[in-house]
């Protein structure tokens, strides 16, 4: 089934323990889709630059990945610089140049707008809204966003979520935007502002997910090394609705299976820098984590 993502396409600059890495592909857009890619064809809606050059375009185009929308515009590509200490567990902005992704306003392809299955990436939730109205057909769209919209458009995000069908955020924005720090009590006060799924994503202690007031939680893959969370969260994202893009499945046990997809595709991600691990997988390393996680988590009672 179809698949569309909204989102960012960047240049990353990051440093972590393990080393150093200089512009290499990133952005939510871009995590998103090479990880759907092996469950799903995707569609992309994003902007890059005039530096955007043939190697990165291949990234998409030797997958199935749609670049119809894939907007370049005058000016420079989105970049952003970053560094890890300690656990990794978040990453400190060292320097952000929006370039043209200041400007980005959400084309919708006309081929585009029968996709069924939606993810509105991290950007400003009025621009989340305008895409959601644009398609009537969907069966699923989910969002995600952070702090910043939170904290400084909190009426405009309030209006999206109303009219998404799942949230999908890390532990600290659900508190942020629930008020509240527990975490069943944030999720259903998230439930309250239209979201009918709530996903939270919690790092290493992996995911639970929120739904008809039941919780299902998959833990995280224990990795002996992490060597860059960049892009996690959108690969985690992408595995999970590239799963139901593939299956088509939207009760409870084909949610299930796609929160523990989108765990094993976001430890895959943490395993090299930006796209490399990503870029070299195939369907029988994914299985092969899949049933990882099964034989994990599987008890007889």
């Known amino acids: 089934m179809s698949l569309l993502v909204v989102g960012s396409v960047a240049f990353d600059s990051l440093e972590t323990p393990y080393g150093k890495a200089e512009e290499v592909l990133g952005g939510s857009a871009s995590f998103f889709s090479v990880t759907a890619s092996y469950f799903a064809p995707v569609k992309v809606v ?83 809204l305008h895409v959601r109205r644009q398609l009537p057909r969907v069966r699923l769209v989910a969002c995600d966003t952070m702090n910043y919209w939170i904290k400084g458009k909190p009426e405009e995000l309030k209006k999206t979520l109303a009219e998404v069908d799942m949230l999908v955020i890390n532990e600290a924005e659900a508190r942020m935007l629930s008020g509240t720090g527990n975490l069943r009590r944030a999720a259903a006060a998230i439930q309250r502002l239209g979201p009918r799924i709530v996903v939270l994503k919690r790092g290493e202690y992996g995911a639970c997910l929120f739904k008809d007031g039941t919780i299902f939680f998959a833990p995280g893959y224990p990795l002996e090394e992490v060597r860059d969370p960049t892009g996690a969260g959108d690969s985690f994202a992408g595995g999970f609705m590239g799963h139901l893009a593939r299956s088509g499945d939207l009760a409870d046990g084909g949610l299930r299976r796609a929160l523990v997809y989108g765990s094993v595709m976001a430890s895959f991600a943490v395993e090299e820098f930006g796209l490399g691990r990503l870029l070299r997988l195939t369907p029988e390393d994914i299985e092969t984590r899949f049933n990882e996680f099964k034989s994990m988590t599987h008890f007889d009672v």
């Open 46 to 128: 994003a902007v890059v630059g005039e530096d955007f050059g043939e190697e990165q375009l291949r990234v998409f185009t030797s997958r199935r990945i749609d670049i119809e929308g894939l907007e370049r515009a005058r000016g420079k590509t989105f970049r952003w610089r970053g560094q890890y200490d300690g656990d990794m567990s978040e990453a400190r902005t060292l320097e952000t140049q929006l370039n043209v992704f200041e400007r980005f306003a959400p084309k919708v392809p006309a081929s585009y707008l029968g996709s069924e299955f939606v993810f509105l990436g991290n950007i400003d939730p009025p621009l989340q």
